[in-house]
């Protein structure tokens, strides 16, 4: 199967397309991936504004409110056969409080590599990758450490019906997956780790399957539960 990569865009309208960025559009081009803009009109001064090659912008798939059921299918099915994509928003993180969450949730759901460009806040791109319904979440930081006081904490956490973001030291992921998924191991939940270096790893599924398949690991990482009242 193909992949889908996330590629963020400054927010102002001056600064540059980062370097990697820049390359693997350019490549992508040339091997005539998709490349999927949020509105034709800003994509395309954007893309001239990055120096980005003129003759892609008549092959655009427009991905939007009004769009993504028609256009899901299509690049789904493309994605499928081998064929490559390339998500870019107005401006910013895609899929991040975007209408590209919902074809990221279809890739994980059809079993397809998500990944991104670099981007500088892990949170945030956490969150994008994961696919989950984000209109409200609460960071809930680093968990305590051991004790009373994490157990009590995990307990209320997993009984939240907010989507939760959670940290642990690298040294301590498998153990904090495997105490949430005693707790609730029905629970959806996102595995981002090393997150934009080339060892990175997304897992999503229920607690007690990630408890399951997670090797012995020592990642940075960033775990996210999907809020309980779904779509």
Partial sequence: MGSLTLIPTPIDDHSPLCVVATKKLKQAVIDEDMIIVEEHKIARR??????????????????????????????????????????????GLPAFCDPGRQLI??????????????????ISLAVALSGFEHDRFVFEGFVPAKGDL??????????????????????RINKLVDELAQLAPGREAFLGMDLNMPEELLLRGTLG????????SKREFILILRKLNRE
């Avoid at 893309?47 to 993504?68: C, K, M, S």
């Avoid at 994490?150 to 040294?171: F, G, H, N, Q």
């Fill in 46 to 91: 954007r893309w001239l504004q990055y120096g980005l090659p003129r003759e892609a912008i008549d092959h655009f798939y427009v991905y939007n409110e009004h769009t993504y059921n028609d256009v899901s299918k299509e690049v789904l099915s493309k994605l499928k056969k081998g064929k490559n994509a390339f998500l870019m928003s107005d401006c």
């Fill in 105 to 122: 949730d279809f890739c994980h759901s059809n079993h397809i590599k998500v990944t991104s460009t670099p981007f500088a806040n892990s």
């Fill in 150 to 171: 994490r157990s009590k904490e995990l307990k209320r956490i997993v009984k939240a019906k907010e989507m939760s973001i959670l940290m642990d030291t690298p040294y």
């Fill in 209 to 216: 399957i990630l408890s399951k398949i997670l090797p012995p």
